[in-house]
């Protein structure tokens, strides 16, 4: 049989799905006839099929050695590089590929330089692709992939409308505009783009799960609830795979339980860093004392995560903790990167680099232990601890769920927060600190207080509050507080102020409810200086059901405000109650709905009990463990020793209590 025949025939084979048999029959015939092109080329595209990337690569050297300039083969060359992470090589290929303004190589350089974290540059390829190709469809769906991921939404908005003005029929770019009009609060344009999406693929989760926040967004809580019922049934059958219906971040304001939130988080794990990465190659940490524990954050800036742990850097005993501050994200000159940095070993910023190179700086740092705050939230970079730059890795703060990486292995927590029965809800090991898991900036004494009047607050009546953002008010909570306020009728209830929309849906709710929708008093959004200072105005913070007060409960207690909380079933419900453990007020953290508004109503109508509850709080506050980061940070340590131990024994990790 002629060579040709023997070539066609296992190119039959792998059209059929059939690569091994195809490989070994070109296998053969390269060792036959060592300088056939055709031969040698089809050998290589067949190995890169099979995923065998780096057997694929000498091949195409071979034949640029002889024939420098061969399209295919610098191509082909180029995505094995990709697809082994060596993006820094494949770049001046592609470069050289795309000067033509061929669209697959323009695609495939965008697509490098993105992987390089170059998202401007990224962004031109893409841009460039859809003037150069404007029916070429991936160019404006990684164009719109790049944009509304970095949360440029206007800039996201102006190429989705073209996108979806040259392929209206086209799901995912109906999706993404949909995405886009929510995140810029233009709910119903954002709604009726996301109905395109579904009417085109009814099918497509994410449109779903876009669709589910606008719902929460504008208190629609009927459309809310079927579309709930329809992604959780979507994701117990398992349709989702390759998709993802909503993120982790998002999931926790619904009510899924404590196992689908795991399945929800393995998901985002699978899709945000597919495959298995090749871990960095790291030098073995130096023998401590001291350990060297690495912190990942997207959020040395203005941000909760901050407004939580912003002390605990400088706390740590450097004895036995060197902190190093690794950034991902940006920069907004609040002053939180500068203070962070004074209290770090070092400071690092990763957010130029990629994923490999941000890696093996933290590597050749000699990290013990890398501690990922975020995760899953907005600007984090999964993809960097994917590649296992520490022999030991934990995830803490950011994400009120277990991260379900396979990259993540302890999750720390406290023993209010995952009691021994919810430990199923957790892929990692679990690090139980004895006060609290959520780190407070150190308490000081409240200073000038605005008074009622100024706030818009009536002077003689009860005020009770739940400073929770809107995306946190479910049906559930909101008919309880209507509950409450029905049961004292000289309450009011004072509540940041949600999109309009929801404003007066929710005062809707209230009239049916036969409360005076007066009695839900406004408050605009501040800068938390001016935040902090208006929360003792109230008399009683009632927490939210399904996703509870954390940064917000924090805020209410350090300034003297009593919280009731209901305990629920999973991590994101159980916040406010252990941070009440930690002040030393756990009667105040109940079980369930129903024990929630028998305790705010008894304490609303026995003003001197909760004068007296307020005064035993202003009591405890100055010494309480919920706001000393000292005691924190040694907390921390021990917990990041006992890891340490298990490890450099050879055993596996393992649940830790300090």
């Known amino acids: 049989m002629s060579i040709d025949q023997e070539m066609a025939k296992a190119v039959k084979l792998a059209q059929a799905g059939k690569l091994k048999p195809a490989i070994a029959i070109l296998d053969g015939l390269v060792k036959a006839a060592p300088s056939s092109v055709p031969v040698r080329y089809n050998l290589a595209l067949f190995l890169l099929m099979a995923g065998r990337h780096a057997e694929a690569l000498p091949h195409l050297d071979r034949i640029l050695a002889a024939q420098p300039g061969h399209p295919p083969s610098l191509f082909s060359k180029a995505k094995g590089l990709l697809a082994l992470d060596r993006a820094a090589e494949a770049l001046p290929i592609l470069e050289r590929l795309a000067a033509g303004n061929d669209p697959e190589s323009l695609l495939a350089l965008g697509n490098a330089l993105r992987s390089l974290n170059r998202m401007g540059e990224a962004a031109q390829a893409f841009r460039r692709l859809t003037r150069v190709a404007p029916a070429f469809a991936g160019g404006h769906i990684n164009l719109a992939i790049l944009l509304v991921s970095s949360a440029d939404n206007a800039a996201a908005l102006d190429a989705l409308d073209e996108a979806v003005r040259l392929h209206p029929g086209i799901a995912e770019l109906q999706a993404m505009r949909g995405q886009a009009l929510l995140r810029l609060g233009r709910h119903q344009d954002a709604i009726a783009a996301l109905g395109k999406a579904l ?8 449109a779903k799960g876009h669709l589910l926040r606008a719902c929460r967004e504008t208190a629609d809580w009927d ?14 059958r398992g349709e989702v795979k390759g998709q993802l219906p ?72 450097r004895g036995r903790v060197r902190p190093m501050a690794y950034s991902v994200g940006p920069d907004d000159g609040s002053g939180w990167r500068r203070r962070v940095a004074g209290g770090c070993e070092g400071f690092v910023d990763l957010s130029a680099l990629g994923d ?17 705050l975020s995760v899953f939230t907005r600007h984090a970079r999964p993809g960097i601890a994917a590649l296992r730059p520490a022999p030991l890795q934990a995830v803490w703060l950011g994400l009120a769920a277990s991260s379900a990486a ?19 809800h957790f892929t990692e090991k679990l690090i139980r600190l004895p006060d609290t898991y959520q780190a407070n900036l150190a308490w000081t004494p409240p200073g000038p207080l605005p008074s009622r009047a100024a706030l818009g607050l009536p002077e003689d009546r009860l005020v009770l509050c739940s400073f929770n953002g809107h995306r946190k008010l479910d049906r559930a909570s909101f008919t309880l507080w209507l509950e409450i306020l029905a049961e004292l009728p000289d309450a009011v209830l004072w509540q940041l102020a949600p999109p309009d929309t929801a404003r007066k849906r929710l005062e809707e709710a209230a009239r049916n409810a036969g409360i005076d929708p007066a009695r839900l008093i406004w408050a605009p959004a501040l800068p938390r ?70 305790l705010a109503v008894g304490l609303g109508r026995d003003r001197d009990r909760l004068a007296a509850l307020r005064a035993r709080l202003a009591e405890l506050l100055p010494s309480s463990p919920a706001f000393d980061p000292s005691r924190f940070a040694r907390g921390l340590e021990a917990a990041y020793e006992a890891a340490w131990a298990r490890h450099t024994a050879g055993k596996k990790p393992a649940d830790i209590s300090v």
Not at 199 to 206: E, G, W
Not at 280 to 300: E, F, H, I, N, Q
Not at 363 to 371: Q, T
Request: net charge negative; glycine share 6%.
């Open 356 to 372: 490999r190179a941000a890696a093996e700086r933290i590597a050749a740092d000699g990290v013990h232990i890398l501690v990922d």
């Open 246 to 317: 909503l993120s982790t971040q998002d999931a926790l304001f619904y009510p899924f339980s404590g196992e689908e939130m795991r399945r929800i988080a393995g998901l985002e794990a699978a899709f945000r860093v597919p495959g298995q990465p090749r871990p960095v190659v790291r030098p073995t940490p130096k023998a401590p004392p001291p350990l060297v524990v690495g912190y990942l954050s997207p959020d040395y800036r203005e941000h909760a995560t901050m407004h939580l742990a912003g002390d605990v850097f400088a706390a740590h005993d």
């Open 529 to 598: 200086p001016e935040h902090l200072a208006r929360l003792p105005a109230a008399d009683l913070f009632v927490d939210a059901l399904v996703c509870g007060a954390h940064t917000t409960a924090a805020d209410s207690l350090r300034m003297g405000v009593p919280l009731v909380t209901a305990a629920g079933p999973r991590l994101g419900s159980r916040v406010a109650a252990s941070l009440l453990h930690a002040v030393g007020l756990p009667e105040l953290a109940v079980t369930d709905a129903a024990a929630l508004k028998e």
């Open 223 to 236: 459309g809310e609830e079927r579309l709930f019922a329809e992604i959780r049934a979507a994701i117990a």
């Open 406 to 424: 396979p990259w993540a292995d302890y999750a720390i927590v406290d023993p209010v927060l995952v009691p021994p029965a919810h430990a199923g």
């Open 199 to 206: 009417a085109i693929n009814p099918a497509l989760a994410p």
